[in-house]
Nanobody
Framework: QVQLVESGGGLVQAGGSLRLSCAAS????????MNWYRQAPGKQRELVAA???????NYADSVKGRFTISRDNTKNTVYLQMNSLKPEDTAVYYC????????????????WGQGTQVTISS
């Protein structure tokens, strides 16, 4: 069984920083793109940042210049460094990864973490 486990959420004041981590575990044969999504109350889940296996990154316009996504392929872990946080960054943050697994054959599946709450006070 493949699992994604997030950590690092919490409550901080506006202007502060948080670092989220997401570790993938299980019978993993490779990890392609790793992503961070977020969902605020009453809103749709949105892509915050993405990173390919080779390290290419992509960010939502709302977080460019403030958030940095990175990954450690030796640890199957993705990080999200969040700086200059704003109240509108308040949301549940989800890790997502496209992972190569073997069931009856090699295939890529889409996995999600359980989510971690990030709350920014004004």
């Amino acid at each position: 069984q493949v699992q994604l486990v997030e950590s690092g959420g919490g409550l901080v004041q506006a202007g502060g920083s948080l670092r989220l981590s997401c570790a993938a575990s299980g019978r993993i044969f490779g990890i392609n793109t790793m992503n961070w999504y977020r969902q605020a109350p009453g809103k749709q889940r949105e892509l915050v940042a993405a990173i390919t296996k080779g390290g290419s990154t992509n960010y939502a316009d709302s977080v460019k210049g403030r958030f940095t996504i990175s990954r450690d392929n030796t640890k199957n872990t993705v990080y999200l460094q969040m700086n200059s946080l704003k109240p509108e960054d308040t949301a549940v943050y989800y890790c997502n990864a496209i992972i190569l697994v073997f069931t009856t054959q090699m295939t890529t599946n889409d996995y999600w973490g359980q989510g971690t709450q990030v709350t920014i006070s004004s």
